[in-house]
């Protein structure tokens, strides 16, 4: 843990070494600043943003690795959703599936895209204060070169005062010069002053992800012998980037509006779907597959299931499917248009959570038994 704030730390001592060092010397930076307002604003400007980028993504990354560290030290109650580390909670949350070390090292390059991506906003902050200080380069060359032509070709050396035209005409080349220097020297400064921030987070997040790689290989390890029949979400067909996103933004949009999400499954060994239940008997099933006979005929077996263990309760079992278009297609099967017109219906339909011990505990045994249920249904034959 102090590894990790350590790099927080170098990063604010050093942006304010650079905060006091601008306003001991000001007035040579603010003379830097003007010598041409338009590009040297645009490079400070971007500067700003890039030190402002990397400290965002650094605070997003703190409550992370607080959520890391409270999961496997065995603390309930943190209320956090993690974004980066989604994809582990997604797997230790998942009782369907059991983590080998295919699993695990899968999970690991989830993780490790994400932070990639985090990086990749950074360096290209960086890049872009480069090109800009080049850019101001060439620009003030421009009108150095150009100065000096226009100098010389309205020069009049027989004139009496060609030295006193040949002074003001100094002004403009001289200028020119003035704006390459400045931007390339601001460019630089902005580019080694963001680089060496987005390095301070580029090492707080391999110290995170070290830490995750050592408690996942410890749990994993603690579990060898796994012998109930289960179900991997990572096997059979491939979830690509794209449908696991999908399927985490649906798992957050039930867990947000109060359900209890028990289980994350495979419909047909294939399709990944989430499974959440609510109050009052209500069981909903979501996936992004939307072939109604595939639907139908898991819902049938779902409610016989039912039927069959559960005298006299009445389980209003729900397929909510994502399609092209939003329609009810009745027989309890929903299909939405997007993700996003999901999670508006799961907005306005959120569950109402008990109140009562006695109403929490027969939701705690409604909820255990849902979990048996699917275990039962959708565990793999052999």
Same mark, same amino acid.
Not at 129 to 158: K, M, R, Y
């Given at each position: =843990?102090?590894?990790?704030?350590?790099?927080?730390?170098?990063?604010?001592?050093?942006?304010?070494?650079?905060?006091?060092?601008?306003?001991?010397?000001?007035?040579?930076?603010?003379?830097?600043?003007?010598?041409?307002?338009?590009?040297?604003?645009?490079?400070?400007?971007?500067?700003?943003?890039?030190?402002?980028?990397?400290?965002?993504? =650094?605070?997003?990354?703190?409550?992370?690795?607080?959520?890391?560290?409270?999961?496997?030290?065995?603390?309930?109650?943190?209320?956090?959703?993690?974004?980066?580390?989604? $994809?582990?909670?997604?797997?230790?949350?998942?009782?369907?599936?059991?983590?080998?070390?295919?699993?695990?090292?899968?999970?690991?390059?989830?993780?490790?895209?994400?932070?990639?991506?985090?990086?990749?906003?950074?360096?290209?902050?960086?890049?872009?204060?480069?090109?800009?200080?080049?850019?101001?380069?060439?620009?003030?060359?421009?009108?150095?070169?150009?100065?000096?032509?226009?100098?010389?070709?309205?020069?009049?050396?027989?004139?009496?005062?060609?030295?006193?035209?040949? %002074?003001?005409?100094?002004?403009? $080349?001289?200028?020119?010069?003035?704006?390459?220097?400045?931007?390339?020297?601001?460019?630089?400064?902005?580019?080694?002053?963001?680089?060496?921030?987005?390095? %301070?987070?580029?090492?707080?997040?391999?110290?995170?992800?070290?830490?995750?790689?050592?408690? =996942?290989? %410890?749990?994993?390890? %603690?579990?060898?012998?796994?012998?109930?029949?289960?179900?991997?979400?990572?096997?059979?067909? &491939?979830?690509?980037?794209?449908?696991?996103?999908?399927?985490?933004?649906?798992?957050?949009?039930?867990?947000?509006?109060?359900?209890?999400?028990?289980?994350?499954?495979?419909?047909?060994?294939?399709? &990944?779907?989430?499974?959440?239940?609510?109050?009052?008997?209500?069981?909903?099933?979501?996936?992004?597959?939307?072939?109604?006979?595939?639907?139908?005929? =898991?819902?049938?077996?779902?409610?016989?299931?039912?039927?069959?263990?559960?005298?006299?309760?009445?389980?209003?079992?729900?397929?909510?499917?994502?399609?092209?278009?939003?329609?009810?297609?009745?027989?309890?099967?929903?299909?939405?248009?997007?993700?996003?017109?999901?999670?508006?219906?799961?907005?306005?339909?959120?569950?109402?959570?008990?109140?009562?011990?006695?109403?929490?505990?027969?939701?705690?045994?409604?909820?255990?038994?849902?979990?048996?249920?699917?275990?039962?249904?959708?565990? $793999?034959?052999?």
């Amino acid at each position: =843990m102090k590894k990790f704030h350590r790099h927080l730390n170098i990063m604010s001592v050093f942006t304010a070494i650079l905060l006091i060092t601008a306003l001991i010397f000001w007035r040579t930076f603010l003379n830097i600043a003007i010598t041409n307002v338009i590009l040297n604003g645009i490079i400070i400007g971007t500067a700003v943003f890039g030190i402002g980028l990397c400290f965002k993504n =650094m605070f997003d990354l703190l409550p992370e690795h607080k959520w890391l560290h409270a999961y496997f030290d065995g603390k309930s109650g943190f209320g956090f959703t993690p974004k980066i580390l989604r $994809p582990v909670a997604l797997a230790l949350h998942n009782r369907h599936l059991h983590i080998t070390t295919t699993n695990l090292s899968e999970i690991l390059d989830l993780v490790s895209l994400r932070m990639e991506d985090e990086r990749e906003r950074v360096r290209y902050v960086t890049n872009t204060l480069i090109f800009l200080g080049l850019l101001g380069t060439f620009w003030g060359l421009i009108l150095t070169v150009g100065g000096f032509a226009d100098l010389l070709l309205h020069l009049d050396f027989e004139n009496a005062s060609v030295l006193q035209e040949m %002074q003001v005409g100094m002004a403009k $080349p001289l200028s020119g010069m003035a704006t390459a220097f400045t931007s390339s020297l601001l460019g630089l400064a902005g580019s080694l002053t963001v680089g060496f921030l987005g390095l %301070q987070l580029q090492f707080a997040q391999n110290t995170m992800f070290n830490e995750l790689t050592d408690f =996942m290989t %410890q749990y994993v390890l %603690q579990k060898p012998g796994e012998t109930k029949q289960i179900q991997e979400i990572t096997s059979n067909a &491939p979830v690509n980037e794209d449908v696991y996103n999908k399927i985490s933004t649906i798992y957050d949009s039930f867990t947000n509006n109060g359900y209890e999400v028990c289980d994350l499954i495979r419909i047909d060994g294939k399709y &990944p779907a989430v499974i959440a239940i609510g109050s009052d008997e209500k069981l909903f099933i979501a996936t992004l597959n939307n072939d109604f006979y595939t639907l139908q005929n =898991m819902l049938k077996r779902i409610e016989l299931c039912f039927a069959d263990t559960l005298e006299g309760i009445n389980i209003d079992t729900r397929v909510l499917c994502v399609s092209n278009k939003n329609v009810d297609l009745g027989n309890k099967v929903i299909r939405f248009a997007s993700v996003d017109a999901l999670d508006k219906y799961l907005a306005s339909h959120p569950n109402i959570r008990p109140k009562t011990k006695s109403e929490r505990d027969d939701f705690n045994a409604y909820s255990e038994y849902i979990g048996t249920a699917i275990d039962y249904l959708f565990k $793999p034959n052999k």
